[in-house]
T-cell receptor, first 111, second 112 residues
Framework: GENVEQHPSTLSVQEGDSAVIKCTYS??????FPWYKQELGKRPQLIID?????GEKKDQRIAVTLNKTAKHFSLHITETQPEDSAVYFC??????????FGAGTRLAVHP | NAGVTQTPKFQVLKTGQSMTLQCAQD?????MYWYRQDPGMGLRLIYY???????DKGEVPNGYNVSRLNKREFSLRLESAAPSQTSVYFC???????????FGQGTRLTVV
């Protein structure tokens, strides 16, 4: 079945720096890769997603890249701000529409 | 438009008690999911339903059962609660590969 690994588990950056979170997946049939942000005590919410026919997607300060050959995808946040502090999850939809999440990355942005 | 609604929001159970967590979505999505999130941990898939009338096990199904009552509703049942099932439970729905997964507000369950 699908397995998604996410690194690092924690990430601390200074305001204005960039942050990169990396994920790998196991199911070669996966073709949809969303990223979710979860603030403390709240539900996860989608911030960006990418499909397998696209190599890169950008939305303002957030970008996601996908390497299907290597089965890995990454989230890039530029010009980080304190409000970016949260837990970020990558995910993949494998066979049978099973949505599997990575273990999460706790991002702390220090002023 | 309510999205995904879970009930209850909070629950305390004694070991051995049973309960059902309810989830309903009004977005006409085919797929629904139940996840658990332990403190400081990720979202682990308990069960999912790819479409009405089908259910399948996820990563951590032991101790749980589910029912896809109709297209809108997907319930999670704990037959005999154990302290290890203390967690926050999230229900989600999506139209796979078309839309994002939308989450309910979560149920914080404590088993004592």
């Amino acid at each position: 079945g699908e397995n998604v690994e996410q690194h690092p588990s924690t990430l601390s950056v200074q305001e204005g720096d960039s942050a990169v979170i990396k994920c790998t997946y196991s199911d070669s049939a996966s073709n949809y890769f969303p990223w979710y942000k979860q603030e403390l005590g709240k539900r996860p919410q989608l911030i960006i997603d990418i499909r397998s026919n696209v190599g890169e997607k950008k939305d303002q300060r957030i970008a996601v890249t996908l390497n299907k050959t290597a089965k890995h995808f990454s989230l890039h946040i530029t010009e980080t701000q304190p409000e970016d502090s949260a837990v970020y999850f990558c995910a993949a939809i494998g066979g049978y529409n099973k949505l599997i999440f990575g273990a999460g990355t706790r991002l702390a942005v220090h002023p | 438009n309510a999205g995904v609604t879970q009930t209850p929001k909070f629950q305390v159970l004694k070991t051995g008690q049973s309960m059902t967590l309810q989830c309903a979505q009004d977005m006409n999505h085919n797929s629904m999911y139940w996840y658990r999130q332990d403190p400081g941990m990720g979202l682990r898939l308990i069960y999912y339903s790819a479409s009405e009338g089908t259910t399948d096990k996820g990563e951590v199904p032991n101790g749980y059962n589910v029912s896809r009552l109709n297209k809108r509703e997907f319930s999670l049942r704990l037959e005999s609660a154990a302290p290890s099932q203390t967690s926050v439970y999230f229900c989600a729905s999506s139209e796979p590969r078309v839309t994002e997964a939308f989450f309910g507000q979560g149920t914080r369950l404590t088993v004592v």
